[in-house]
């Protein structure tokens, strides 16, 4: 605390992010990367675009990435906000468009930056409890409302809303926006971007953080029809003209179009996942169904805490959350076959200890 700061900066409970070592040699399983390597193809148009162009500003815009990702997903590049991952779309969805006269609703168990924004732009909220089973109830998002967000996939949990459920939520709430969070979509669930042209409520942000291997360069994006983007616009526009800078939009551009790779890391990692889960399952964990690149799990007879204070000891990170009702889980990044195969062993040595 210094007596310099502002009253709001003093108010603030910043998000803590998962921990980046700098050891060396770590199964690093804590932040939901992914564990293959970016696209060979975003790495050759990072490195064509390291030169002396670098002088220069990039497109404010970012055009060029917005119509790949409108092209990917069969929209039109006035549909795609573009931001510098998705942690800033979202800081920028609760200003522009979730700061409202209503709270607005999430889940008890969720991202837990989603408060932290609302801290930040004195957003009013209320959390919705989720069922015990961790399932979304959509009866229990039927109230006045200044808007709903989660992720679909669910995170910390994994759990995923079938888009039906996500239609049928959008119809009950007309005059709210509805935000799906959509970082873990391309690991088992369907995204609701077709859904955009029916529902003018519909915003989904994604990134390519996780499933296009590219959490270093920082690109996120929202999808949505052209008023909700223009709402997203006015606010980056307020903020910082350039979000994306000429690396991050060459690179995010080349991995939009390298779709081989892109479907041939994600089923490798969804492929790593049934393994892992059956493993663990065979130890006696209660893992939650995931959608996810991570799972969350449960030993009946062992502390949470102390299986990751042990699993570190091995060089083996986790990540756990001292937070109520999820106290006695561990949310696992799915990493290669080899990284699951080494925390096996390693939970098999410390159940029998
Ligand atoms: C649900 C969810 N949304 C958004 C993000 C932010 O991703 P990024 O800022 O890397 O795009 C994360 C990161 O872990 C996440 O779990």
Partial sequence: MSRFWSDVVKGLSPYVPGEQPRLANLVKLNTN????????????????????????????????????????????????????GSDEVLAHVFLGLLK?????LFPDITYSFYPVYCALYKVDYATVALADDFSIRLGDYARPNGGIIFPNPNAPTGCLLPLADVEDLLQANPDSVVVIDEAYVDFGGASAIPLIARHAN???????????????????????????????????????????GRLAISGAVAAYRDREYFETTRRAVMASREILAGALKALGFEVLP????????????????????????????????????IEQFLR?????????????TALREILAA
């Fill in 33 to 84: 990367e992914n564990p293959y390597p970016p696209s060979p193809r975003a790495l050759e148009a990072i490195r064509a675009a390291t030169g002396d162009s670098l002088r220069l500003y990039p497109d404010p815009n970012a055009a060029q990435l917005r119509e790949a990702i409108a092209e990917y997903h069969g929209i039109d590049a006035n549909q795609v906000f573009v931001g510098n």
């Fill in 100 to 104: 409202q006269a209503r709270p607005i």
């Fill in 202 to 244: 519909l915003l989904v942000v994604q990134t390519l953080s996780k499933a296009r291997s590219l959490a270093g360069l920082r690109v996120g994006f929202a999808a949505g029809q052209a008023e909700l983007i223009e709402a997203l616009d006015r606010v980056k526009n307020s903020f910082n003209s350039y979000p994306l």
């Fill in 290 to 325: 995931s959608a996810a690149n991570f799972i969350f799990v449960r030993h009946p007879k062992r502390d949470a805490q102390e299986l990751a204070v042990a699993l570190r000891q091995r060089g083996i990170i986790v990540r756990h959350f001292k937070l109520p009702r």
């Fill in 332 to 344: 696992i990044t799915i990493g290669t076959d080899d990284h699951c195969a080494v925390l096996v």
